[in-house]
């Protein structure tokens, strides 16, 4: 889908459809990951599924100097 962000309109992708995980209904625990741009792969550590939720793990020292 898309969704109008600060008056751009940006798309959205499930990331549990991407990685062939359970559907669940949106809740008050949904959350929506905004990226203006493609994270480079030297600021992610790894992704992890944790109870039936994908985590993406940032490298905090690449992020925050």
Do not use: C, W
């Not at 959205?12 to 203006?36: C, G, P």
């Not at 493609?38 to 600021?43: F, K, L, M, R, S």
């Amino acid at each position: 889908g898309i969704i109008n962000l600060r008056g751009k309109v940006i798309p959205v992708i499930s990331l549990r459809k991407k990685f062939s995980l359970m559907d669940t209904e949106n809740d008050s625990h949904t959350r929506v990951m905004a990226m203006a741009e493609a994270v480079e792969q030297e600021y992610i550590t790894g992704v992890v599924n944790r109870s039936e939720r994908l985590l993406i793990l940032l490298d905090l020292d690449h992020i925050i100097p």
